[in-house]
DNA sequence: TATTTTATCTGGAATCATTCCGGACTTCTA
DNA sequence: TAGAAGTCCGGAATGATTCCAGATAAAATA
């Protein structure tokens, strides 16, 4: 999780402009990051703060952050894309009721080095799930089998 | 990876017809498997197969395979969605340039159990992916950088 | 075998997150 | 302060997937 400054310092390193708008779309990421926020809420937050950001800057934005490491992106089909801001390696626990994405950290398991010797694939890029039910939702399950 | 019989099986015990617009699917994903097709792939194999499937038919039995545990379907954005006939936990190594899937088999790396007892969370489903470019990628890369 | 029931199939229309586009607006540089 | 480059905006376009209603086919029943 890169602080502000941090980022706002990568922006310019990269030759890129930190407008109103990017400041908002920031702001919200350290504020919501814990969530994986989708362009859907990173818009209607970041619109507070930046009363005139389009749809359309929201989602430019963030492919340009995606693009320049700043965030990951979590690609989904059907439902919107989320947002990461946890650049270390880990995997996300997503619950398949309630959506929510929360970061397991664990040791990098795979010795990449071996894998490339013997698959000749270089990695540049994680993405590491398990799909499941949060503790929360488990307990509505249970409690709704005896009803 | 299932046998022909082993899923037309399995349909059966879960009281699913076994049509022949299915096992024109089930057949190419057999022989396609290795691939991971996503759905246009699979639509137009199978339409040799069983001339009069409609697209929407393979979307609905691609369904209803994933519901069944036949295959497993991996969703992306944007770029169609890949089927999965290696249910066994692997890591798919995924090429940034040419697309192409690769299935890399690993022991198990996370104590579920251990998991569960902290964060509360119950795993179903896992989805591990490196993405990164593979060996021919890789080459085209260097060979391409002194034209 | 005829009839009923249920599952499945089909083509086309609808969906919806995301991308694309042309013109307007800022910010930087000289 | 003019010109250039980067950004932003709204609305239209995209494209994989899903939805729908009527047609078909397979299983169940008689």
Redesign the pocket.
């Known amino acids: 999780m890169m602080t502000k400054d941090a980022i706002i310092q990568k922006l310019k390193e990269s ?3 930190v ?4 400041l908002a779309i920031i702001e919200v990421l350290i504020e919501k990051g814990h969530l994986h926020p ?3 809420l990173i818009y209607k937050e970041a619109r507070k703060k ?1 009363r ?6 929201t ?3 963030i ?1 340009e952050f995606s693009r320049h490491g700043v965030i990951k992106t979590l690609q989904f ?5 989320r947002c990461e801001s946890n650049l270390d390696e880990h995997i996300n626990l997503i619950c398949e009721r309630c959506g929510k994405i929360m970061d397991y950290k664990i040791r990098p398991s795979v010795d990449q080095k071996d894998m490339t010797r013997r698959t000749g694939f270089v990695v540049t890029n994680s993405r590491l799930e398990y799909y499941g039910y949060c503790r929360d939702c488990r307990q509505d399950k249970k409690r709704r089998q005896v009803p």
Chains 1, 2 share one sequence.
């Not at 089909?77 to 894309?81: I, Q």
């Open positions: 030759g890129l402009r407008t109103p708008q990017r989708g362009a859907g930046s005139s950001l389009s749809l359309s800057t989602y430019a934005t492919n089909d059907g439902v919107e894309n």
